[in-house]
Each structure stands twice: as structure tokens, then as C-alpha cells.
């Protein structure tokens, strides 16, 4: 009987260099406990657990039933790119066209296809760390050098413009900002924006400023570097439907940015997904036009889960944490518990039945921290609370 070669997978050398988002490798093996029969309380994962909007929802299906199946152009429907204009316009207060708008499935085409279209061989992009592990995976993907600005407790996790100055050189091309920010939930205040457009200065430098979570604020205004006079053609403003709409599934972000290069984002989109699916865009106008009520609730919410599951993590043995301005995580200081990060988490989801990310899955500087979404249940927060505080008396 003729047997099959077995020939060697031989990948790409740049294959090596792409990261991943841990959230997903611990929510899997999370559902795998969950199979042998143990209960996890699902802190791990960066998703509102609402139902996306109702008036959404039914926008999505009126355009189903309308014939919204079939091929849009890759820059997104005309109608949903002056809606983002229009939304971003008024809550940036700056001048916004349609043209500078891209639609993309999701928030992290928008990095990619940024980070690819902008970042030569040895290129250098400035990025916050902790932080979004795809920053770090699609520089290093493209051949570029990932230059980490450590973002510290001291200083609410907000970063040092005086560490960015210094770390600006010739070769760099691109800064990444996040605000609010995932994972730790700081927030740049005005002041602190203004002061990293004056650091950049008249250099050709641009800007990617990650505000998926501009609507999760708790406190204060959210200020946009693209308002500071003569930068808003040096940003592109990375926003999106997920977090704000409960619509994570649904696949559906955008960017905004100076025509010239979105025009080149667009070649990317049409070369890769074509385009966002139809139906989902007519909905993501219902989104942004529609009652906003929803988000507010949301926001509101969120903010009751922080201060009950903060004030609870304070109270655990080994546990510290400072009171997140923004999005929907905790990010607690470990390191009085005497374990590193990774090996804490694993044990409070093995032994505790708690799913968290380890602060190493967003950086180096994210050893000695966890991080927990409060995108869960109040009751369920505090049984999260309950059975850390177990676990911290049994095994410190």
C-alpha cells in the first residue's frame, strides 16, 4: 500500500516573529476545565458581557431583509463613513471628511495594516508596555523595532513624556498611544497629551491613538491627540463598535486619518478582506445615530463593578490595586504574594476556578500584575473576589 510523504511544514522566517493575544489561549483553557465539570468565574476575556443594543440589532436584520449581503466597497458603505466623520468631528472637534474614514472588521486591522504600510526594515515604533500584545506582534511581524515605553504604577499608569522624549529618534516613524488603555485602565489627561505633541514637535512622525475605549470613561473628558492644533494630520485615530456597542462579534472598527494614506489602507483592506460585511455596517450607523442610552448604562455599570471589585482586591492578602480611570479592567500589583505573574494566574484558574491574565501577556513591564476584566456579573465578581481571597489563605 502507497504511503503518504510526510514533507516538513516550512514556514516563513517572519512567521517567528508574530505574537499572539493570550486572552484567547486562556479562554480556551478555561472552556476545557469547564468540560471536565469545574466552575470558572470568566475574567479573562476583554468583552462586555451585554447584549449589543436592541435598536442596533434590528438594524442588522431590516438590512438583511433589505438585501444588504453582497460586496460594499473596501473603504467601507459611503453612508457609515460620514456617520464616523460626523461622530468623530463632533467629539474630537476637529474637521473630519469622509475620505479620511476606513471601516475594517474589527479594531486590530487598523494596527496591522498601519504598522505595514508605514514601518520599514528597522523602522522604530514607540508602544506602550504593558499593553496590547498586537502593538508589539505586528512591529516585530513587519521587521520593525518595537521600542517599549514603560507605563508605571507611580504614575497611575499614564507614561512619562520626558522617558517618550528620550527615546525619540531618527529612526522613528510611528508612536502608539492608548488611552483608555488596556490593560491597566489609565487614562492620559489633556495636559499629558498636549505635552507628547509638543515632544513629537514638527518631526514627520505620526501618530496611531489606539480610543477603542473613549466611551468608557469614568472620570473626567476624553481628549484625543488629534484635537492638539497641527496634529491631526500626523494621527490616525483608532476607534471602533466592540467595547462600545457590545458588539465584539459583530467584526467591525475603523480608522481615521489623513486621505493620503487612508487611500493606502484601503488597498490593504481590498487586498485582504475586500470589505466589512454590508449588514453590519447599515447597523453600525443605527449605532452611532441612534439612542445612546444603552452606552451610558453600560458605562455606569462597569464603573459599579470597578469600585466593588478594587475595594475587594485591596482587601486580599498580597493584593494591591489603584483605582482604574477607564475601559473595564483591574490591574492589581502581586508582587507582596511572593509568585510571578504567570504562574499566579495559572494557579487561581487550575486551583481557584478564577480565569485572569498574567501582566506578562502585555509586556515585560507587566510582570509583578494581573489583570482582571470587570466584564462580568456583580455576583459573580464577588464570588471571583471570594475565592482569590480563599485561595491567597491557603497558599501564602
Known amino acids: 500500500m502507497a504511503s503518504t510523504a510526510q514533507h516538513e511544514l516550512q514556514l516563513a522566517r517572519r512567521m517567528s516573529l508574530l505574537g499572539t493575544e493570550t486572552a484567547f489561549e486562556v479562554l480556551n483553557k478555561a472552556r476545557a476545565l469547564e468540560r471536565q465539570g469545574k466552575s470558572i468565574i470568566h475574567l479573562e476575556i476583554g468583552e462586555p458581557d451585554f447584549d449589543t443594543p436592541a435598536n442596533v440589532v434590528e438594524a442588522a436584520v431590516d438590512a438583511l431583509h433589505q438585501g444588504w449581503t453582497h460586496y460594499g466597497p473596501s473603504a467601507g458603505l459611503p453612508d457609515l463613513r460620514q456617520a464616523i466623520a460626523d461622530y468623530v468631528g463632533r467629539t474630537r472637534n476637529v474637521k473630519v471628511t469622509a475620505e ?233 500589583n502581586t508582587t507582596q504574594t511572593g509568585w510571578k505573574s504567570k504562574p499566579l494566574a495559572d494557579a487561581l484558574l487550575e486551583q481557584a476556578g478564577v480565569a485572569a491574565l498574567s501582566g506578562t501577556a502585555f509586556g515585560q513591564y507587566g510582570e509583578g500584575y494581573l489583570r482582571f476584566s470587570v466584564a462580568n456579573s456583580f455576583e459573580n465578581l464577588q464570588q471571583a473576589l471570594d475565592r482569590i481571597d480563599q485561595w491567597t489563605r491557603k497558599n501564602l
Open 100 to 332: 479620511e474614514v476606513v471601516v475594517v472588521p474589527g479594531g486590530k486591522p487598523i494596527i496591522f495594516f498601519s504598522i505595514l504600510a508605514l514601518i520599514d526594515e528597522g523602522d522604530e515604533v514607540i508602544y506602550p508596555n504593558p499593553g496590547f500584545p498586537i502593538y508589539e506582534s505586528m512591529i516585530q511581524y513587519v521587521g520593525g523595532k518595537a521600542v517599549p515605553i514603560q507605563l508605571r504604577e507611580d504614575r497611575d499608569f499614564s507614561l512619562d513624556v520626558n522617558e517618550l522624549a528620550s527615546l525619540i529618534n531618527d529612526r522613528t516613524r510611528l508612536i502608539i498611544l492608548n488611552s483608555p488603555q488596556n490593560p491597566t485602565g489609565g487614562v492620559m489627561q489633556r495636559k499629558e497629551v498636549e505635552q507628547v505633541a509638543r515632544v513629537i514637535g514638527d518631526r514627520n512622525i505620526l501618530v496611531m491613538s489606539d480610543e477603542i475605549y473613549s466611551r468608557l470613561l469614568f472620570e473626567g473628558d476624553h481628549f484625543s491627540i488629534m484635537s492638539v492644533p497641527g496634529m491631526q494630520e500626523r494621527t490616525i485615530l483608532l476607534d471602533g463598535f466592540s467595547k462600545t456597542y457590545a458588539m465584539t462579534g459583530w467584526r467591525m472598527g475603523y480608522g481615521v486619518m489623513r486621505p493620503d494614506l487612508a487611500a493606502q489602507i484601503t488597498r490593504l483592506m481590498t487586498n485582504s478582506n475586500s470589505c466589512t460585511a454590508s449588514f453590519t455596517q447599515v447597523a453600525g450607523i443605527e449605532a452611532l445615530r441612534g439612542d445612546q442610552s444603552s452606552v451610558d448604562r453600560m458605562c455606569q455599570e462597569f464603573k459599579r463593578r470597578r469600585d466593588m471589585f478594587v475595594a475587594g482586591l485591596n482587601k486580599i492578602k498580597g493584593f494591591s490595586c489603584r483605582m482604574p480611570k477607564g475601559a473595564f479592567y483591574t490591574f492589581p
